[in-house]
Antibody, heavy 119, light 107 residues
């Protein structure tokens, strides 16, 4: 069974940093693009970042570019999201997700980890 | 950025109904469109990709159609477990973007 388990969320002050992790099991992790998608309370889904299967290509939403860094460790089957200079509007549930065919949509989602940015 | 607009925002339906959810793109996305279902407190679930291909394990009552800028998700006979929020998503151009969602609620 494919499982994506996020960790690392929590409460942080504006301007602070957090690093999210996502442990994958039941898949050949190195064969898939991976993504972070977030959802603010009561709001819709927003793509945050993507990374290709070997980690050589990444993409970011304009709202997080220069502040967030996506990375992966294929030996550890783990995806990361380093979040710096956090803002109140970064408050959301962050979903780790697996890219489907071609890597450009999501066919498997984690359960999400909550990030709250507040003073 | 390609803006995805879903309508209506809320759809009040009864079990057994045949709702059709609309999704419009601000520019052509060809058939690079996916649909997701999200229930309260849960992660989204992929229903459709390629505008019309059902994902693994998705019941045949879910069908997708359209190309270019106009897309539709149809549920042929709504079941109680289908009450949820539905999102469309384009993946032709980065950043990939979602619609704001259609809430299918019990009438």
């Amino acid at each position: 069974e494919v499982q994506l388990v996020e960790s690392g969320g929590g409460l942080v002050q504006p301007g602070g940093a957090l690093k999210l992790s996502c442990a994958a099991s039941g898949i050949t992790f190195s064969g898939y693009w991976m993504h972070w998608v977030r959802q603010a309370p009561g709001k819709g889904l927003v793509w945050v970042s993507r990374i290709n299967s070997d980690g050589t290509s990444t993409g970011y939403a304009d709202s997080v570019k220069g502040r967030f860094t996506i990375s992966r460790d294929n030996a550890k089957n783990t995806l990361y999201l380093q979040m710096n200079s956090l803002r109140v509007d970064d408050t959301a549930v962050y979903y780790c997700s697996r890219g489907g065919k071609g890597g450009v949509y999501v066919d498997v989602w984690g359960q999400g980890t909550t990030v709250i940015v507040s003073s | 950025e390609t803006v995805m607009t879903q309508s209506p925002a809320t759809l009040s339906v009864s079990p057994g109904d045949r709702p059709a959810l609309s999704c419009r793109a601000s520019q052509s996305v060809s058939s690079n469109l996916a649909w997701y279902q999200q229930k309260p407190g849960q992660a989204p679930r992929l229903l459709i990709y390629g505008a019309s291909t059902r994902a693994t394990g998705i019941p045949a009552r879910f069908s997708g159609s359209g190309s270019g800028t106009e897309f539709t998700l149809t549920i042929s006979s709504l079941q109680p477990e289908d009450f949820a929020v539905y999102y469309c998503q384009q993946y032709l151009t980065w950043p990939w973007t979602f619609g704001q969602g259609t809430n299918v609620e019990i009438k």
